[in-house]
């Protein structure tokens, strides 16, 4: 496992009021009362030791498959529907969202290899991230990868904790399956709008890994 380059300044500065709050804690109160002082190391400790596995990005193989479309991002499969898409392709899309919590993996990843088309930054609300509107009307970043085989937009979704979206990819860039696409903080979700005619390969509250499980096949042969 290794720590994302997102993480360096929030890791530093948390372990930094980490040693601030103890020093004080054990100054002022570990002599009367112990007991609190006890309870704020644990407490802060957890803090810190969440804040560093939030920016984790463990040892994994990546899926490498041309006819296969991966999830960029770990999670849970929170819609799989057919939608109007207004962004990009101007007709009808199967949208499949993957939601991530605080405690899963938030690096996010090239669902395809192919040219990107097409990225856009929406500044937006922070409605919770499963909530139906989210996909429209929250801060997200938007792209288009296409490929021999298909066309698919990718947005990175920010959620109510959610204040950062990082987006690495530029129009006109060639990009590999399972590379980093991005990174968003602190709970959010991302949606894959899909052809029509693709094979959709997971369901509804199915727990997911970004760059490993199969989100669906092209029809394309």
């Known amino acids: 496992m ?15 009021i980490f040693g601030i709050v103890n020093v004080i804690s054990f100054e002022f109160l570990s002599a009367d009362w112990p007991w609190l002082a006890a309870i704020i190391f644990v407490a ?10 939030f920016f984790r990005i463990p040892r994994r193989d990546l899926l490498v498959d041309s006819n296969k479309i991966v999830c960029p991002a770990d999670g849970k499969v929170v819609v799989i529907e057919e939608i109007a898409d207004t962004e990009y392709f101007n007709d009808n899309r199967i949208q499949v969202s993957i939601f991530m919590s605080p405690a899963n993996v938030h690096v996010n990843r090239n669902p395809i290899t192919g040219l990107v088309k097409y990225s856009k930054y929406h500044a ?17 970043h938007c792209i288009v990868i296409e490929n021999n085989k298909g066309v698919i ?13 990082s987006n690495y990819l530029t129009v006109g860039q060639e ?8 990174f968003i903080k602190f709970g959010s979700r991302v949606d894959v709008l899909l052809p029509l005619d693709a094979k959709i390969e997971v369901q509804l509250n199915q727990v997911v890994k970004g760059g490993v499980t199969v989100m ?6």
């Open 2 to 16: 290794t720590i994302h380059k997102e993480g360096y300044s929030t890791i530093g500065i948390t372990a930094l």
């Open 175 to 182: 990009v590999k399956q399972g590379e980093e696409m991005g």
């Open 153 to 165: 937009l990718v947005k990175q979704i920010a959620g109510a904790l959610a204040k950062r979206i």
């Open 216 to 221: 669906a096949t092209f029809n394309t042969p």
């Open 124 to 140: 937006g609300k922070y409605l919770v991230a499963w909530h139906p509107k989210s996909s429209t009307e929250n801060e997200r």
């Open 44 to 53: 802060t400790l957890f803090f810190l030791l969440f804040i560093v596995s």
